[in-house]
């Protein structure tokens, strides 16, 4: 019941979201039947949030090995050319790869984007945690990110964002404008990792689904807005 009101409030925002169940459906089967993957080798990467609420979202796959973790925060692929390396050297012999990514965002049933209810909390809280922090910081026009050895993952995500201020500031839902912006730098990032570590895969395809993770409350099934799934030929790169 309490998932057919998410429904509505989740296409209300991303009509083309599927649930849980019917994206690993949908794109398992499109891998296997369209595509020919023997799916039992297939090692996934995901390059994710790191937020635990994720953790689910992730399980839409479990039927494949890994995950091997390259996302670190807003879901950007942190692990770089090295765990993309590294990533490459532990598919299964004659297998295939599959990564998954994007940046994640909440929704409460009151249509307030930005926002869920977490487990066993009594007030809503951010999520994406780390993309609604670099947006209210991003809104103060003085503001500029100082790069520094212990904050990292923040401080280069919003500076990662920087180019897109203007168009997320002018947008009238700033909290999903810098979802989808995210979404643009995890999906350059994650092509340009694969194109510039193309030789270590020996491997002839790579399947990539990426989108935006709509989290919802816990216990009911997040939803996935895909927004771009496709199977590299390694050998076209
Ligand atoms: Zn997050």
Not at 51 to 65: A, G, K, M, Q
Not at 139 to 164: C, F, H, I, T
Not at 166 to 175: F, G, V
């Amino acid at each position: 019941m309490l998932q057919r009101k998410f429904d509505n409030v989740v296409k209300g925002f991303f009509p083309n979201a599927k649930d849980a169940k019917d994206t690993s459906i949908h794109y398992l089967g499109k891998m296997q039947i369209e595509h020919k993957l023997d799916i039992s080798k297939v090692l996934m990467a995901t390059s994710v949030c790191s937020d635990d609420i994720n953790v689910p979202s992730t399980t839409f796959f479990n039927v494949l090995f890994g995950p091997f973790i390259m996302g670190g925060l807003g879901g950007l692929p942190f692990a770089g050319q090295t765990g993309m390396t590294a990533f490459a050297h532990h598919i299964p012999d004659e297998g295939s790869a599959f990564i998954f990514y994007g940046p994640h965002i909440g929704v409460t049933l009151d249509g307030d984007l930005g926002k869920m209810y977490r487990p066993r909390q009594e007030e809503t809280g951010n999520s994406c945690g780390a993309l609604m922090l670099a947006l209210n910081r991003i809104q103060d026009a003085g503001y500029a990110p100082v790069m520094n050895d212990d904050d990292y993952q923040q401080m280069k995500l919003e500076e990662s964002l920087l180019p897109y201020r203007d168009e997320i500031l002018a947008s009238d839902n700033q909290a999903k404008a810098i979802t989808e912006a995210t979404y643009e730098i995890i999906n350059k990032k994650i092509h340009e990792h694969l194109k510039s570590c193309k030789d270590e895969f020996h491997v002839d395809r790579v399947t990539l689904l990426g989108g935006i993770i709509i989290n919802t409350d816990y216990g009911l099934d997040d939803y996935f807005d895909a927004r771009n799934f496709e199977v590299v030929d390694m050998k076209s790169l």
